[in-house]
């Protein structure tokens, strides 16, 4: 505990004080002993020479030493006798106490002592080794049969005194001790407001005003009921703190307001810095978007202007071509007309000239019948081209999206069954009952449909070709309703697109087929149905040598 | 129910009827002796081999029918040799206890300061017989009436021992004694003997009463070795004195060192001997003890004789709630013996006094013993005007290990 100062002066001052009153008493009270216990040992000791005097003298004269001897004996047992011995008329001394041995001082004043015979004489005697004692002399008949020393000793006075003094030192202490208790809780009271105070103070000027419950407890604790100097000043200070707490409080308020209102700012230019960065994203994706649309258009405008192109090709050369066809077509006919002919002029002319007119005639009949069969097939390349110019075909109508898929699916299944009987994929299919009908030119989309379903069954069969039996081909067709679109997908488990494929594969004439399988045609046609004539979109997901999927979107309704 | 009662009954009752009165005649037959003596503390060898001497006679006859039938039995109190315990045990005795007499006390400042009691008592005939001590206040008036004394005195002793110190021409002497009445009266006895010879006693040291043969007594060699003393006569219990005899031969004080009967001889050369054995040196040399009592050795005295087979056949011991353990018993000594002598006299007083034995009549059948043969070759013989029993004073001195009697003084002659 830390000790108050006050109460730290006080004990000086208390201890200072409690030593000039103990010095003070114990000498008094040393001095009022040391008088009254002389004199009560001068006494006693008259009192026991002169009995012993008094019962020595028939002794002296009748009896031996010895029955002195034990009256100096039994005397020697009263306190504060030191010694006595008895000195006969010649002062010889015939009787006494001390041991080992008579002292010479004693000798000496037992051997000189003829005033003693007088009366009770006192005097003070040292004994070197034995101490300081009061001799007391006692005349034994009037001196004639000699006399009593009674030596009493001083260094009982000076025991009996320095014990008492102890004593009442001791006493003195325990009050002292009492009293600096008593002072302490005395001087703790008025020095622990006061510290209280000071600490209340301190914390005022520290702006201790955080907790209302401190200072609450604070004020509790002050000494305002008292009515001293204390109390008023402990009335000041809360009166002092009540209005220090009111200019702090409104302080604390316009503080407070200053602080919601840049907190309000804060949060505005937050808001408004989202929504700039909201508007930045949308314009972001806008021009992403036109990018896209851009991109389109370009494809668009390049599909267009090349399927113009072709159109145009095709329109050219369709015209010398029917010719080509036609013509070759009759030429075949003629052939077997000119034939026949031979046949039936058989008889007319020379047998060598007809083997060799027949043999010329098969020539002229298979490559008649070859240009024929290869106008046909540029016949057929030209009517693909012709079907890109062909801007609009069919009319819309309500379609089941689902039905016609699957019907379609069947078909290209079958056709490629036809073509090669070894052929077999397995196919899966997921149609979504809820799409309902939808608006759609079902000519054309089923072009597109028979168009990737064989292109899926020819790369699942491809891949079968080159892995082998532990390979199934499959082809998985789904259809799902996005409200107001319908998803279709196409997927197969084969080979996959190749990374540098994949952006020219809408392009017309691009096939990765072998030639004379595949027109290059398929796909451009689908992206035009698709795209442009039914604004849907189609996109490829692939993954090289594991599978490619082509999902396209269509709206149900026309926009 | 009567009848029958009368019938077995009446001879039971008569029984125990006859038991108490008997019982009660032989508590009467009892003749209790009252004895205060040091058992305890520094001298307490003293008291219990005075003890034991006396017990080892009065067995003696308890079991040969006791005195004129009657059964003597010892009541003995400790006072560890002080004055204030003496007194208070004397007053238990006399008036608790009812003693017949007073017997075999231990010590001058005690028996000093019981006198005054025996006058007090002396109405009821208390007398004090044989105290072991031969100072002069129970010796002289006003208290020689109530004592019986066997011993010699001190006075006697010490005259003795001066007479003879004189005599092979060693005049100076000093004296070493018992601060007290003991001491007053053996110094008194040395100062009386030489003045007789016109000398003076040339030094004296004093120890006090319960010194302890552990203490040191240096001091006291010193002041006496000063004075240049022929020889030193010691009146003091046997610790203090063997403690001055050891202190003195330590610091090569080869003079010849006398002490009187009281010391306790046996009890003192046994601490001499024992330190003796344990320094390897001689403590024993130059030592002269004076007796009241012929020499235990002397066989040719019936009284050492029966002495001898009584304390073999008895070795007594006193009751052990007042004595200190630890005490070896001597087999015999000089204080043992006169115990014995003393209990030879007592028994032959209470003989004396008939069956019905009464207080008052004490004084008169001792006073009237007239050379008793007690067996030692020295009658004893009492008087109106001679309380004292003996007057003989043995010397002796250390050889061998043990006392033998000294006939020959003259190895000290200067």
């Not at chain 2, 031969?134 to 010796?139: L, M, N, S, T, V």
């Not at chain 2, 709630?321 to 043992?336: A, D, R």
Request: net charge neutral; aromatic share 8%; with cysteine.
């Amino acid at each position: 505990m830390k000790m108050s100062r006050l109460f730290r002066k006080t004990l000086i001052g208390a201890i200072i004080l409690f030593g000039v009153i103990a010095t003070a008493t114990s000498i008094l009270s040393g001095w009022n002993l040391y008088s009254r216990l002389t004199d009560e040992f001068r006494s006693k000791g008259a009192a026991i020479a002169r009995s012993i005097a008094d019962s020595s003298v028939e002794t002296l004269l009748y009896r031996d030493p010895s029955t002195i001897q034990a009256l100096l004996d039994q005397a020697l047992e009263i306190r504060g006798v030191a010694y006595v011995f008895v000195v006969d008329a010649q002062n010889e001394i015939i009787a006494h106490t001390f041991v080992p041995a008579v002292p010479d001082e004693v000798l000496k004043i037992s051997s000189g002592a003829q005033s003693v015979r007088e009366g009770t004489a006192i005097t003070d005697l040292r004994i070197e080794g034995m101490g300081d004692f009061i001799n007391v002399s006692s005349p034994i008949l009037a001196g004639v049969a000699g006399a009593v020393h009674v030596g009493m000793d001083r260094k009982i006075i000076s025991d009996d005194i320095r014990s008492a003094v102890i004593r009442q030192q001791l006493l003195m202490l325990a009050i002292f001790l009492l009293s600096v208790i008593a002072a302490y809780i005395f001087v703790n009271r008025i020095s622990r407001p006061l510290t209280k105070l000071a600490h209340y103070a301190n914390r005022i000027a520290e702006h201790g005003f955080e907790s209302a419950a401190n200072s609450r407890s604070d004020i509790a604790s002050l000494p305002v009921r008292s009515d001293d100097e204390v109390g008023k000043l402990a009335q000041s200070f809360i009166y002092m703190e009540s209005t220090l707490r009111r200019y702090i409080g409104d302080l604390q308020r316009t503080t407070a307001e200053l602080e919601e209102y840049s907190q309000k700012l804060e949060q505005k230019v937050e808001e408004r810095t989202a929504e700039l960065r909201e508007k930045n994203v949308q314009l972001e994706q806008t021009l992403q978007q036109i990018k896209e649309m851009q991109n389109q258009i370009i494809m668009q405008e390049k599909m267009a202007s090349l399927g113009g192109l072709t159109a145009g090709i095709a329109h050219e050369i369709k015209n010398p071509l029917n010719f080509v066809n036609n013509f070759a077509a009759l030429s075949v006919d003629l052939t077997r007309e000119l034939r026949d002919e031979i046949r039936n002029q058989k008889d007319k002319l020379d047998a060598g000239a007809i083997d060799y007119i027949e043999e010329i005639l098969d020539d002229l009949e298979l490559n008649v019948t070859k240009i024929n069969e290869h106008g046909k097939r540029a016949d057929s390349i030209v009517r693909g081209m012709l079907l890109h110019s062909r801007g609009k075909s069919g009319e819309r109508q309500p379609t089941d999206i689902n039905a016609l898929l699957a019907e379609y699916v069947n078909l290209a299944y079958h056709g490629m069954r036809a073509q090669d009987s070894t052929f077999n994929v397995k196919i899966e299919s997921d149609y979504d009952s809820s799409i309902g009908l939808v608006k759609i030119v079902p000519q054309d989309i089923s072009r597109v449909f028979l168009n990737m379903v064989n292109n899926a069954c020819y790369a699942a069969n491809g891949k079968k070709q080159q892995v082998g039996d532990g390979f199934t081909p499959t082809i998985t067709v789904r259809t799902r309703n996005l409200g107001d679109k319908v998803e279709i997908r196409i997927r197969d488990n084969g080979k996959g697109i190749p990374k540098e494929a994949r952006d020219k594969i809408f392009n017309p004439f691009f096939t990765t087929k072998p030639t004379g399988k595949g027109t290059g045609l398929g796909l451009s046609i689908s992206y035009d149905i698709i795209v442009q004539q039914h604004k849907g979109e189609i996109k490829i997901e692939t993954e090289e040598g594991s599978y490619a999927e082509f999902i396209i979107i269509l709206p149900k309704e026309p926009a | 129910m009567r009848r029958y009662f009368k019938r077995y009954f009446r001879p039971f009752w008569l029984c125990s009827l006859l038991c108490i009165l008997l019982s009660g005649w032989v508590y009467a037959r009892d003749l209790v002796i009252g004895v205060s003596a040091a058992f305890k503390g520094p001298s307490k060898g003293l008291g219990i081999e005075l003890y034991r001497g006396s017990m080892a006679y009065i067995e003696h006859i308890n079991r040969s029918g006791g005195a004129n039938g009657r059964r003597i039995v010892i009541k003995a109190y400790d006072d560890e040799y002080n004055p204030v315990p003496a007194v208070e045990n004397t007053i238990k005795l006399v008036k608790e206890d009812n003693v017949f007499l007073l017997f075999d006390y231990v010590g001058t400042p005690t028996v000093t300061r019981v006198l005054p009691l025996l006058k007090i008592y002396s109405d009821r005939s208390i007398y004090l017989f044989f105290p072991f001590t031969g100072a002069q206040p129970h010796r002289q008036a006003p208290y020689d009436e109530f004592v019986f004394n066997l011993r010699a005195s001190y006075r006697q002793e010490t005259g003795g021992l001066v007479d003879n110190f004189v005599r092979i021409n060693r005049k100076r002497i000093a004296i070493f004694y018992q601060a007290d009445a003991y001491g007053r009266s053996g110094w008194d006895g040395v100062k009386r003997a030489l003045s007789r010879y016109g000398l003076k006693i040339v030094g004296e040291a004093t120890y006090r009463r319960g010194t302890k043969y552990t203490d040191s007594l240096k001091q006291q060699v010193d002041i006496l070795k000063k004075t240049d003393a022929d020889a030193v006569i010691c009146i003091g219990a046997y610790a203090a004195c063997a403690a001055f005899i050891r202190d003195a031969r330590d610091s090569n004080w080869q003079v010849p060192i006398a002490n009187v009967s009281f010391v306790g001889s046996e009890s003192m050369l046994g601490l001499l001997l024992e330190t003796g054995s344990k320094a390897g040196r001689d403590y024993t040399a130059d030592l002269i003890n004076s007796q009241v009592v012929p020499s235990y050795e002397d066989m040719t005295l019936p009284a050492v004789r029966e002495y001898r087979e009584l304390m073999d056949k008895y070795n007594p011991i006193p009751p052990t709630e007042i004595m200190e353990e630890g005490y070896k018993p001597l087999k015999y000594s000089f204080v043992s013996f006169e115990g014995f002598l003393n209990a030879k006299v007592l028994v032959e007083i209470l003989r004396r006094m008939g069956s019905e034995p009464e207080r008052a009549d004490i004084k008169q059948v001792v006073e009237g013993i007239k050379n008793l043969d007690i067996g030692i070759n020295a009658p004893v013989s009492f008087g109106q005007q001679k309380h004292q029993g003996l007057d003989n004073v043995y010397y002796t001195t250390v050889e061998g290990g043990r006392f033998i009697p000294l006939n020959d003084w003259k190895r000290w002659a200067k």
